[in-house]
Every structure is written in C-alpha cells, then in structure tokens.
C-alpha cells in the first residue's frame, strides 16, 4: 500500500501565496504519474496539474503562469508552488499518483486525504 500525506494548505490573502506538499510511503517500487487535483465548495474533483510519467507537464486553463507542480524523486514527493491565488482557487486539494509496487507489478492509484486552501482577505 502507499500512503500519501499532505501538508502546507491553509488560509491566505488574494494574490498570495502557498506551497503544498505531498510525500509518499511505504513499499514503493516506482511513482508513474504524480498529480494535484482540487474540490471546490459544491463542485466536482478537477484536475490542477499533473506530471505523467516522461511526458511533459499538464495544467489546467485556470491555473496556468500561476501554479507550477514538481517533484522530488529521491523523497518521493510531489510539490505545488501557487502563486497569484485568488478567491475561485478556494477548494480541498488532493494529490494523486499512480505506482508500482513490484518489479512486475501493474500500476494502481492512490489518493492523499486533502489539504483545505482558503482565498479570502
């Protein structure tokens, strides 16, 4: 199994900024995709930005020269640098990966627990 803990959300004034964390462990054998996808109040799951794995690095139109995603592979941790945040960026946000926990084994994904980000002045 993997778990995945988040951390760094909270409460920040528009145009601020935050930086979110997220660490994978247990027997890992390789992290694939890694990805940040939020829940704003109301609303559906959405994609934020992912890394999948060897390919280039996807984003959503909304957060896009705002947000940047990144990762460690060492840590087996994932990071989102927001910047320029604004109130419609209110949601819990989750991080995501796909990994393998065997030479052989096939991919399964996991999901983090959430961290609440708050926009509000």
């Known amino acids: 199994q993997v778990q995945l803990v988040e951390s760094g959300g909270g409460l920040v004034q528009p145009g601020g900024s935050l930086r979110l964390s997220c660490a994978a462990s247990?027997?890992?054998?390789?992290?694939?995709?890694v990805g940040w996808y939020r829940q704003p109040p109301g609303k559906q799951r959405e994609p934020v930005a992912v890394i999948p794995d060897g390919l280039s690095t996807n984003y959503a139109d909304s957060v896009k020269g705002r947000f940047t995603i990144s990762r460690d592979n060492a840590k087996n941790t994932t990071y989102l640098q927001m910047n320029s945040l604004k109130p419609e960026d209110t949601a819990v946000y989750y991080c995501?990966?796909?990994?393998?926990?065997?030479?052989?084994?096939?991919?399964?994904?996991?999901w983090g627990q959430g961290t609440q980000v708050t926009v509000s002045s």
């Open positions: 995501y990966c796909a990994a393998q926990l065997t030479t052989y084994g096939g991919l399964s994904g996991y």
């Open positions: 247990g027997s890992i054998f390789r992290i694939n995709t």
